[in-house]
């Protein structure tokens, strides 16, 4: 019965032939995702390297209890510690920057401990739900920076106005009760980059701004009325945000004179009437955001002329008329959004419908033809015009694993022929 040595040692080779193919043809284990390795490589913030390691004397020992006090652990050498940045002072030496954060409920600011570390220049609150205190006059003489973020449960305008000596200030997500911004601002003369976001901060913005500002974020508040000469006197304003406020009235024709601004965003108010013309003035405008206003008019041509623009939106307003952009223009920008405008139109003999703008094409007197393409309209992802890139990626990402199954397949059936082939031989061996 047993069948001759040569013809076991053919079967055994096609009975591994399948093996052998499979296991060639499988991506090894599962494939590593590109997406997953950039978010493992972020290097979070690690700016607060320890400063000159060359300083052999040892941190001042009231503001070491002062640290223990706040709960930072202090057994390795604490300007070391990714939270602080010491000065390299003798005999002993000082920390000039602090940063808590995802402080623990017990946690709390002593007026004593932040005696005691009245050399700080910089300060950072994150995540700390401590009760604030008033701050020691040595360290708001000293203070320059301040950040608190999802810290100090509530704060006053007046608590805040009394950190004069300040040139960063940053408050986001913490609720700031005062009757306006001015509040906040009236002594703080030094003051360079200022933002009070997800405030809930309400009031106008303010009548008078000192000069030296480069940096304003108020977004995410319900400050309300119009936008006053006070911010477009500005012209050293780089960064303006006043998204998601109830301010309402035309954008001011001044607004061209804040010739530093790279970016500005009005978006979700209640402006209205036209796009000045004076933004065109702006050389260096990179960001522009007017979006979910009620802006009406046409769009001004002029835009297409600002070399620098790279994102636009326009979404959500009620510009009417052709859209006056070319395709070398769109193509230039990353981000482009018209779509929530029903009276605005592309001209189909100068952009291909392929474009996806969320527009309607015109009829010939450069109204929309109806209806809206309802796909595009309703879709709002597939309104916005942005770099294919990521299409493209998603798309190379899907080819990918198309072949993989495609081998696995043929594999799958080239074995079993093979083992129909080892069938059939036994067969023929067996009925013989
Ligand atoms: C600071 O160091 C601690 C542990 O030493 C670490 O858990 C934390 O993520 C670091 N924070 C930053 C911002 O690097
Ligand atoms: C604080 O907590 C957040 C989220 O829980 C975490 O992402 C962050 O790294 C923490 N920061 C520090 C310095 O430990
Ligand atoms: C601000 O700093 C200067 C010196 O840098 C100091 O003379 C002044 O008193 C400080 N202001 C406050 C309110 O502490
Ligand atoms: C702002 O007010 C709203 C409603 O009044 C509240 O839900 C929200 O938590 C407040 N935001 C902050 C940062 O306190
Ligand atoms: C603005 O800054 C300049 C120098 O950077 C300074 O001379 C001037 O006094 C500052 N203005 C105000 C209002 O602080
Ligand atoms: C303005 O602030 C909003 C909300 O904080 C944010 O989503 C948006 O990206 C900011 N715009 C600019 C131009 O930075
Ligand atoms: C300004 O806008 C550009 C283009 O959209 C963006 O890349 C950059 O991060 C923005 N800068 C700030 C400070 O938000
Ligand atoms: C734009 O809206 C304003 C009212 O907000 C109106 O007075 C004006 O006539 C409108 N302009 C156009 C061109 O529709
Ligand atoms: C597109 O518009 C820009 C600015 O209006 C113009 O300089 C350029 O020549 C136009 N390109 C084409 C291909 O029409
Ligand atoms: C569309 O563009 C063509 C060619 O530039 C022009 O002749 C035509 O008048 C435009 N149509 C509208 C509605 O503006």
């Given at each position: 019965m047993t069948p001759p040595a040569p013809s076991l040692f053919i079967l055994l080779l096609l009975l591994l032939f399948p093996v052998i193919i499979t296991s060639a043809t499988l991506p090894p284990s599962p494939t590593p995702s590109p997406t997953s390795s950039p978010s493992h490589s972020s290097p979070s913030s690690s700016p607060s390297s320890p400063?000159?390691?060359?300083?052999?004397?040892?941190?001042?020992?009231k503001q070491l209890r002062a640290l223990q006090s706040l709960n930072i652990p202090t057994s390795k050498d604490p300007c070391s510690h990714n939270a602080t940045l010491c000065d390299s002072s003798k005999p002993f030496r000082h920390i000039i920057s602090l940063r808590l954060s995802n402080c623990s409920s017990y946690v709390a600011l002593s007026y004593t401990a932040l005696k005691s570390l009245s050399t700080l220049q910089s300060l950072q609150l994150l995540n700390c739900p401590v009760t604030p205190i008033r701050f020691p006059p040595e360290l708001i003489a000293s203070l320059r920076s301040f950040?608190?973020?999802?810290?100090?449960?509530?704060?006053?305008?007046?608590?805040?106005s009394r950190l004069e000596n300040l040139t960063d200030l940053t408050v986001s997500d913490v609720q700031v009760k005062t009757s306006g911004p001015y509040v906040i601002l009236g002594r703080m003369n030094k003051l360079r980059s200022l933002t009070v976001s997800r405030a809930n901060l309400t009031g106008n913005l303010p009548k008078y701004i000192h000069s030296n500002l480069t940096h304003i974020d108020f977004s995410g508040n319900q400050l309300?009325?119009?936008?006053?000469?006070?911010?477009?006197?500005?012209?050293?304003l780089e960064f303006l945000n006043l998204s998601s406020n109830a301010l309402h009235g035309e954008i001011p024709a001044s607004m061209g004179n804040l010739i530093s601004l790279k970016n500005l965003s009005l978006a979700s108010n209640s402006f209205s009437g036209p796009i000045p013309g004076s933004i065109s003035a702006i050389p260096g405008l990179v960001h522009m955001d007017l979006s979910s206003n009620q802006l009406n008019g046409t769009i001004p041509s002029f835009i297409s002329h600002m070399r620098n623009l790279k994102y636009l939106n326009l979404a959500n307003n009620n510009l009417r008329g052709v859209m006056p952009f070319n395709s070398s223009f769109i193509k230039k920008l990353t981000v482009l959004k018209l779509s929530g405008n029903s009276n605005l139109c592309y001209n189909h003999t100068v952009l291909s419908s392929k474009t996806k703008l969320g527009i309607a094409p015109c009829d010939k007197y450069g109204m929309p033809m109806s209806p809206?393409?309802?796909?595009?309209?309703?879709?709002?992802?597939?309104?916005?015009?942005?770099?294919?890139?990521?299409?493209?990626?998603?798309?190379?990402?899907?080819?990918?694993?198309?072949?993989n199954k495609v081998v696995l397949g043929v594999a799958i059936a080239l074995s079993s022929i093979v083992f129909l082939i080892i069938f059939l031989i036994l067969c023929s061996k067996c009925c013989r």
């Amino acid at each position: 019965m047993t069948p001759p040595a040569p013809s076991l040692f053919i079967l055994l080779l096609l009975l591994l032939f399948p093996v052998i193919i499979t296991s060639a043809t499988l991506p090894p284990s599962p494939t590593p995702s590109p997406t997953s390795s950039p978010s493992h490589s972020s290097p979070s913030s690690s700016p607060s390297s320890p400063s000159p390691s060359s300083s052999s004397s040892s941190l001042d020992p009231k503001q070491l209890r002062a640290l223990q006090s706040l709960n930072i652990p202090t057994s390795k050498d604490p300007c070391s510690h990714n939270a602080t940045l010491c000065d390299s002072s003798k005999p002993f030496r000082h920390i000039i920057s602090l940063r808590l954060s995802n402080c623990s409920s017990y946690v709390a600011l002593s007026y004593t401990a932040l005696k005691s570390l009245s050399t700080l220049q910089s300060l950072q609150l994150l995540n700390c739900p401590v009760t604030p205190i008033r701050f020691p006059p040595e360290l708001i003489a000293s203070l320059r920076s301040f950040t608190c973020v999802k810290s100090l449960h509530k704060v006053s305008g007046v608590w805040l106005s009394r950190l004069e000596n300040l040139t960063d200030l940053t408050v986001s997500d913490v609720q700031v009760k005062t009757s306006g911004p001015y509040v906040i601002l009236g002594r703080m003369n030094k003051l360079r980059s200022l933002t009070v976001s997800r405030a809930n901060l309400t009031g106008n913005l303010p009548k008078y701004i000192h000069s030296n500002l480069t940096h304003i974020d108020f977004s995410g508040n319900q400050l309300k009325g119009s936008i006053p000469a006070s911010i477009t006197m500005l012209d050293g304003l780089e960064f303006l945000n006043l998204s998601s406020n109830a301010l309402h009235g035309e954008i001011p024709a001044s607004m061209g004179n804040l010739i530093s601004l790279k970016n500005l965003s009005l978006a979700s108010n209640s402006f209205s009437g036209p796009i000045p013309g004076s933004i065109s003035a702006i050389p260096g405008l990179v960001h522009m955001d007017l979006s979910s206003n009620q802006l009406n008019g046409t769009i001004p041509s002029f835009i297409s002329h600002m070399r620098n623009l790279k994102y636009l939106n326009l979404a959500n307003n009620n510009l009417r008329g052709v859209m006056p952009f070319n395709s070398s223009f769109i193509k230039k920008l990353t981000v482009l959004k018209l779509s929530g405008n029903s009276n605005l139109c592309y001209n189909h003999t100068v952009l291909s419908s392929k474009t996806k703008l969320g527009i309607a094409p015109c009829d010939k007197y450069g109204m929309p033809m109806s209806p809206p393409p309802a796909k595009e309209s309703s879709a709002d992802d597939s309104s916005d015009y942005s770099d294919s890139d990521e299409d493209d990626n998603s798309r190379k990402k899907e080819h990918h694993h198309g072949p993989n199954k495609v081998v696995l397949g043929v594999a799958i059936a080239l074995s079993s022929i093979v083992f129909l082939i080892i069938f059939l031989i036994l067969c023929s061996k067996c009925c013989r």
